[in-house]
């Protein structure tokens, strides 16, 4: 509905990208409360009485400032909804720790590689930002780092658990390149695989 020439150059245009509700998909819909919907429905309000006063030299800038407070308190009743549904979000949480263990146990880190947050979302039936944002409320870290998380944890038992090399252990956990594995492992435990 907003040209983007609008926000270009504001404050609002730098951080536009945090609102992420923007990829989400519409079975992800905000659900308001009554007031939350009038909230709403006041910065519309807002915004459609700026527009037809005619510019002047503050059109530009109320406009974009009515905008953002309006995105704000979308920003403010999303969170409201990831901790007014702590259970449904455990239950997906539960989801999506099911499909990666699922996913290691058919062999597929070895022949497809880590799994995306594309690909978890999908299985979970949820866009990626929406999965990433619930993850990030439910764990406080975000989807690709969780999933990154159950490959290292499971890198540690293997470590411990034979005599392959790091070469072949990287290589079974979906890694084409050892280095790289051997990067994030350190980054993430603070020890080489051999160390380890």
């Not at 020439?5 to 009554?34: K, M, Q, V, W």
């Not at 527009?51 to 979308?74: A, I, K, M, P, W």
Request: charged content about 25%; glycine content about 6%.
């Amino acid at each position: 509905f907003f040209h983007p020439d609008l926000i270009r150059g504001t404050s609002l245009g730098e951080n536009i990208d945090n609102y992420s509700f923007f990829n989400y998909d519409t079975h992800e819909a905000l659900h308001l409360a009554g007031s939350e919907k009038q909230t709403l429905k006041d910065c519309v309000r807002q915004i459609t009485e700026e527009y037809s006063r005619g510019t002047d030299n503050h059109s530009q800038r109320v406009l974009v400032s009515c905008l953002e407070l309006l995105l704000n308190y979308c920003l403010r009743f999303y969170e409201r909804q990831f901790e007014a549904r702590t259970v449904l979000n455990r239950d997906i949480l539960i989801k999506v720790e099911n499909v990666l263990k699922e996913y290691m146990q058919a062999g597929l880190l070895e022949k497809n590689g880590i799994p995306t947050v594309s690909y978890m979302a999908e299985k979970v039936n949820l866009s990626q930002n929406y999965l990433s944002d619930l993850l990030k409320r439910e764990t406080g870290r975000s989807a690709k780092d969780h999933i990154t998380d159950v490959i290292i944890d499971k890198a540690r038992t293997r470590l411990l658990g034979t005599q392959d090399s790091v070469a072949e252990i990287a290589y079974e956990l979906g890694f084409r390149y050892p280095h790289y594995f051997s990067r994030l492992f350190k980054a993430k435990t603070g020890l080489t695989p051999q160390e380890y």
